[in-house]
């Protein structure tokens, strides 16, 4: 591959220069540089998306448009990053703790309010003497059920995430 016959986006230009501190001046020769011994790691099938490597380096290549799109590194200043300080872990730790009960009090409060709902809605259905009536409550039963599944899964994301970041 020759660097010459790809255009650069304005992304990659930005992530160069936000991630490894390149200057927009100094962008060509770090391409050039980068794809002298960078190796094709990554192709899609329909070849859409590309990608190249070099030590830790990524670059993300359209072969399509001919466009270098992005660029990013393995490591991660986040994965390497350790808190010695206490009094910085026990405050990272009371905002996770606060966190997760503000996520729980508020899918607690917003499944009591459709469980309210819910409970109506059966009352209805329970007093019902026409099918017709019985099938068109059962239907908003149904309905109202799949906010408060959506809600729950949310909620369950969040505090999965907040367990990964506790237990980093």
Partial sequence: MTTLDYQISKHFYDRLNQR????????????KRFFSNAVKDHCEENGRKALFKK?????VTVPQQRVLVTVYSEDRVADKLTIQNVEVKQAISQSLKQLKYQVIKRQAQQNEECI?????????????????FLD???????????????????????????????NY
Avoid: G, T
């Avoid at 309210?116 to 017709?132: D, F, G, K, V």
């Avoid at 409550?137 to 599944?149: D, G, R, T, V």
């Fill in 136 to 166: 068109q409550k059962y239907a908003s039963l149904k309905a109202e059920m799949i906010p408060i599944m959506y809600n729950q899964a949310k909620c369950e994301d969040i505090l999965s995430e907040i367990e990964k970041i506790e």
């Fill in 55 to 59: 030590d830790n380096i990524w670059v």
């Fill in 20 to 31: 490894f501190n390149v200057p927009v001046s100094e962008a060509q020769k770090w391409v």
């Fill in 116 to 132: 309210q709902e819910l409970q109506q809605y059966n009352q209805a259905i329970a007093n019902a003497r026409n099918n017709r």
